[in-house]
């Protein structure tokens, strides 16, 4: 059986998917299938039913394309029916959202939760389904841990909770020698000063490598880890820039297994996306009260989405809400209308818009912030938006 990870656990083995490219020369198909198993919205009767019926919707529509070869088509209704004996029977929702299942070769080659709800679907192509994937990891920020030592030191990275990259080792050199017969009239004195000759020189250079990774992406917030005393020497060093982006220190022993230096990482990560999330409803409800580019509630939402104004939205994980949802042009409405006032088209109910809302932010670009035990913003209506521009 395959064993369900969370997207942290599973980033490396998403990296293949992600960089799949179909060249044109390979004739298998991939399949992308999205299932809202969030236990707090769906029983598991209610999911599984609903892939049952996308399965057999797929299958019908398989069988009858001119597309796809015979051997395409077998493999794929292989596929399907052992994505359904994998959801029907061995699957069980974890804490995730939406389960993403990639299948490919006759196989089911990875499974993931979304913190996100998206709506359920079943997708076949010739490639992966990754543009939600994407969104999800673009705005998901990546932090640099640098392990520090008087004579060594080491950057990595953590993406999603996980040690993703061992960017660089330093080594402390000893700087150029100048004035050998001081040194030897003032020996004592000078061993002790030429010690604090090299860790100044040692500290310059790791702020300039650290400042050279920064400028190139590698990271976007630095924590330093190592003994006590040696943090706040280091900290004198570092470059205003790198300052701005420093989230705290972590104690750490110099050979530390990276196991641990990630988990005290992690601990401080949580609390400080924790305390950056509070910042940005403060930031939403102080813009809604003062120079107009925020909204509250999920009306505003919606209608700033329908004008393609959202820049950034931000909605406690548990909300949901009503709504319906034209079927030709996607336009969402809370109250229920006869026709699409924009294109006529057919309005159907949905017990539940927030996927519709989510991956319509998702389209347009917009950030996501899922934010959970906020008290104002629950009481500022459960979801808002930060705005481009004001529309008049
Ligand atoms: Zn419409």
Do not use: W
């Not at 993931?112 to 010739?126: G, N, R």
């Not at 520090?148 to 996980?162: F, H, M, N, P």
């Not at 927030?354 to 950030?367: F, N, P, R, V």
């Amino acid at each position: 059986m395959m064993e369900i990870k969370d997207l942290k656990k599973n980033f490396n083995q998403l990296k293949e998917i992600l960089a799949y490219s179909n060249t044109g020369s390979d004739n298998e198909l991939f399949i992308s299938l999205y299932l809202l198993v969030n236990p707090k919205r769906v029983s598991k009767q209610e999911y599984t039913s609903k892939l049952n019926s996308m399965i057999v919707e797929k299958k019908s529509e398989i069988e009858q394309s001119q597309n796809y070869s015979s051997q395409q088509k077998k493999d794929v209704l292989d596929m399907l029916n052992l994505i359904k004996i994998f959801i029907n029977e061995q699957y069980r929702p974890k804490s995730g959202k939406t389960l993403l299942l990639y299948a490919f070769k006759r196989e089911i080659i990875n499974i993931i939760e979304l913190p996100f709800t998206i709506k359920s679907k079943l997708i076949i192509d010739p490639k992966p389904h990754t543009q939600i994937l994407r969104t999800i990891l673009s705005s998901t920020p990546k932090y640099g841990v640098l392990v520090l030592d008087r004579e060594k030191a080491q950057l990595l990275t953590i993406y999603l909770g996980e040690i993703e990259d061992f960017i660089e080792a330093f080594v402390s050199d000893v700087p150029p020698k100048v004035n050998y017969r001081s040194q030897l009239a003032f020996k004592e004195k000078n061993i002790l000063a030429r010690i604090e000759e090299k860790l100044h020189h040692f500290f310059k250079y790791l702020n300039e490598r650290l400042l050279a990774h920064l400028r190139e992406f590698k990271f976007d917030y630095l924590i330093i880890a190592g003994r006590k005393d040696i943090i706040p020497q280091f900290l004198n060093y570092l470059h205003s820039f790198l300052q701005s982006r420093h989230i705290g220190s972590i104690f750490a022993e110099p050979d530390e297994p990276p196991s641990t230096i990630r988990e005290k990482a992690n601990k401080l990560i949580e609390n400080f996306e924790k305390r950056q999330k509070d910042t940005l409803v403060d930031k939403l409800i102080d813009e809604y009260n003062t120079h107009g580019l925020g909204v509250l509630g999920i009306e505003g939402v919606v209608k700033a989405l329908m004008m393609e104004q959202a820049k950034q939205i931000i909605f406690d994980e548990d909300f949901f809400a009503e709504g319906y949802v034209c079927q030709e042009c996607g336009y969402i409405s809370l109250k229920k209308e006869n026709n699409c006032k924009y294109c006529k088209g057919k309005i159907v109910y949905y017990s539940d818009v927030t996927d519709e809302i989510i991956e319509t932010a998702l389209k347009q670009g917009c950030e996501l912030v899922s934010v959970s035990g906020n008290q104002r913003l629950v009481e500022a209506g459960n979801i808002g938006a930060v705005l481009r521009f004001i529309a008049y």
